[in-house]
Nanobody, 121 residues
Framework: QVQLVESGGGLVQPGGSLRLSCAAS????????MGWYRQAPGKQRELVAA???????NYTDSVKGRFTISRDNAKNTVYLRMNSLKPEDTAVYYC???????????????WGQGTQVTVDS
């Protein structure tokens, strides 16, 4: 099976920065896309940023200019650099990957366990 392991969350003051990492492992043939979602208490999960295997990225409007998503295909890893953090960025951040398995041609969505990001003075 495929596992996604996130790291890098924590507590930071407004205006601070964090870098999230997510590494995928398992019987992976390819990863077509990876992304970050977040869910704040009482709110629905939302897409923060996503990146294709070719490096094309998109962001939700609220993080444009502050967050940068990148990936290292050789390591099956995606990163999210978060700058100028705001209290409204506080949420559990989940890594997502669209994966083609080594033994079939289907795409599957996999999710990490989530990492808490808290922005508080």
């Amino acid at each position: 099976q495929v596992q996604l392991v996130e790291s890098g969350g924590g507590l930071v003051q407004p205006g601070g920065s964090l870098r999230l990492s997510c590494a995928a492992s398992g019987s992976i043939f390819s990863i077509n896309a990876m992304g970050w979602y977040r869910q704040a208490p009482g709110k629905q999960r939302e897409l923060v940023a996503a990146i294709t295997s070719g490096g094309s990225a998109n962001y939700t409007d609220s993080v444009k200019g502050r967050f940068t998503i990148s990936r290292d295909n050789a390591k099956n890893t995606v990163y999210l650099r978060m700058n100028s953090l705001k209290p409204e960025d506080t949420a559990v951040y989940y890594c997502n990957a669209v994966v083609v398995l080594a033994y079939d041609d289907n795409e599957y969505d996999y999710w990490g366990q989530g990492t808490q990001v808290t922005v508080d003075s």
